[in-house]
């Protein structure tokens, strides 16, 4: 028996851990070795951090977990997670092994929806983005092009003109933009196209072009898209957690769900999806999970 089993070795995942450790819980934490940021270069935006390959990053967390012996790391996968009857956790690994836990936090996080688009794996983490708080300033004033449709291509445009001013929206199709805001998009001289895509070209995993069906390719250095996102994991599904707007999980205070004893943390459950927030995701849940220990233990 487990006082937390943790699933998800990331920024949420590991801080939870460190946090629980120093409050002498026994804790496993099981990660299945697909970080969402595994193919960005650098992570930025974390104090002391900043520009950081997330490999090192996350490989200094798991050192730093050594000191705590009643830490458990385990690169496995969760298959199946179930509340029984009495409050307790039953988890089932990849493995087969099956183990009960007091507590349960996912930190999963999230997968992006990459288009099936040749160049776009190819060149994602290098040259095409999700997230211009990440990765806007290195590409600053440059031609930028944005993939989407609808609100969130068009909210995306606009949230990129606080780093470049040279932009152009490729919708694949239809734009789904209503008049009113496609005019205000061309009034921050912010191009549309709707012409269908058939490939991004680079070289060294810098794009160079966005090649279209029809029309002339259009020469950019980077790309941003919004695509929407799905959960890393089934576990928060399975167990019956409510899901917002966003297709993230609604939490309540210190990252507490629907079920006792069950928490989500990180970009799995914020819309705010920052590496920085994810770990004070992580620390907020520790807290509310060894504040619940403590009580059953003095009860």
């Known amino acids: 028996m487990y006082d937390v089993i943790i699933v ?42 900043d520009g950081i390959a997330p490999r090192e990053f996350l490989g200094i967390a798991r ?5 705590y012996d009643c830490v458990e790391l385990r690169d496995v996968e969760v298959t199946a997670a179930e509340c029984q009857r009495d409050s307790r956790f039953h988890v089932t690994l990849a493995s087969g092994e099956e183990l009960r836990s007091r507590k349960l936090l996912i930190a999963t996080g999230v997968v992006d929806n990459v288009p099936a688009i040749p160049g776009f794996l190819d060149l994602f983490g290098s040259s095409v983005f999700h997230c211009p708080y990440c990765d806007g ?21 606009l949230e990129l003109t606080g780093w470049s001013r040279d932009l152009v929206l490729c919708t694949d199709g239809p734009s789904e933009i209503g008049a009113e805001d496609l005019a205000r998009l061309a009034r921050q001289r912010i ?17 160079e072009r966005v090649v279209f069906e029809t029309g002339e390719p259009l020469p950019r250095r980077a790309l941003f898209f919004t695509t929407g996102q799905t959960q ?48 004070a995701e992580g620390a907020e849940a520790a807290f509310a999970i060894n504040s619940d220990l403590l009580k059953e233990d003095l009860r």
Not at 195 to 201: F, I, N, P, V
Not at 268 to 274: D, K, L, N, P, T
């Open 8 to 49: 998800g070795a990331g920024p949420a995942g590991l801080s939870a851990a460190l946090l629980l450790g120093r409050s002498r819980r026994r804790v496993l934490v099981c990660d299945s070795g697909k970080p969402r940021n595994g193919a960005s270069q650098a992570m930025h935006g974390y104090l002391t951090r």
């Open 63 to 67: 050192d730093q977990l050594k000191e």
């Open 137 to 157: 300033w290195e590409v600053r004033d440059q031609p930028l092009a944005i993939y989407g449709r609808g609100a969130r291509g068009y909210g995306l445009s």
């Open 191 to 207: 191009a549309v196209r709707e012409d269908r895509l058939t490939r991004l070209e680079g070289r060294n995993g810098i794009l």
């Open 232 to 279: 890393r994991s089934k576990l928060a599904v399975a167990l019956g957690c409510e899901f917002n707007d966003k297709g993230t999980v609604r939490t309540g205070k210190y990252e507490s769900t629907h079920l006792p004893g069950l928490y989500v943390a990180g970009d799995a459950s914020r819309a705010v999806q920052w590496v920085v927030v994810a770990a």
